[in-house]
């Protein structure tokens, strides 16, 4: 059974950063591409980055030069750093691999 847990959530103020991971189990990791999503306050969920088996990473345009998606197939991890952040990254943020593999998610908050 494919499990994938995010954590390194919280909140903090404006221009601060933080680093979510996404610890994968009971799946080979590498061989599938993994995205971070979020889905603020009443909006839907959206693509913010996305990384393939061989470490190609593509980006939302609203976080590009501020965020970091990065992977370790060793660890069966991938990641997001997150820098500069703004009130409007706010939401809950989901690591998915391949076509339907979703976490629970991670809260982030950013006031202002």
């Known amino acids: 059974q494919v499990q994938l847990v995010e954590s390194g959530g919280g909140s903090v103020q404006a221009g601060g950063s933080l680093r979510l991971s996404c610890v994968a189990s009971g799946t080979i990791f590498s061989i599938y591409g993994m995205g971070w999503h979020r889905q603020g306050p009443g909006k839907q969920r959206e693509l913010v980055a996305h990384?393939?088996?061989?470490?190609?990473?593509t980006y939302a345009d609203s976080v590009k030069g501020r965020f970091t998606i990065s992977r370790d197939n060793a660890k069966n991890t991938g990641h997001l750093q997150m820098n500069s952040l703004k009130p409007e990254d706010t939401g809950v943020y989901y690591c998915?691999?391949?076509?339907?593999?979703w976490g629970q998610g991670t809260q982030v908050t950013v006031s202002s």
């Open positions: 998915k691999i391949g076509i339907g593999y």
């Open positions: 990384i393939t088996t061989d470490g190609k990473t």
